[in-house]
Nanobody, 126 residues
């Protein structure tokens, strides 16, 4: 059974940093594109970042480019999202997701992802 579990969310002041972790079980994420998405109350789900398995290609949404960094540790079956210089508008529930097709390039679209975690809450407030 595929399972993705996010952790690392919390309350942080504007300008602060958090590192989100997505631990995968039930499958080996090494061959799959992984992504991070977020959803704030009353807003649509937003694609944040993805990382391809084959060549490590990275994509970021313009809203987080230069502040967020996605990475993966295949040995630990884990994906990370380092978030720096957080802003109030970054507050949301953050979800990680896994593509269900091997070696497909990452595309920042929810339709490309088959497996989803339950999410971790990020709050940015002074």
């Amino acid at each position: 059974q595929v399972q993705l579990v996010e952790s690392g969310g919390g309350l942080v002041q504007p300008g602060g940093s958090l590192r989100l972790t997505c631990a995968a079980s039930g499958f080996t994420l090494e061959g799959y594109t992984m992504g991070w998405f977020r959803q704030a109350p009353g807003k649509e789900r937003e694609a944040i970042s993805c990382i391809s398995s084959r060549d490590g290609t990275l994509h970021y949404a313009d809203s987080v480019k230069g502040r967020f960094t996605i990475s993966r540790d295949n040995a630990k079956n884990t994906v990370y999202l380092q978030m720096n210089n957080l802003k109030p508008e970054d507050a949301a529930v953050y979800h990680c997701a896994a593509d269900g097709i091997l070696f497909r390039q990452c595309v920042l679209s929810p339709d490309r992802f088959e497996y989803w975690g339950q999410g971790t809450q990020v709050t940015v407030s002074s």
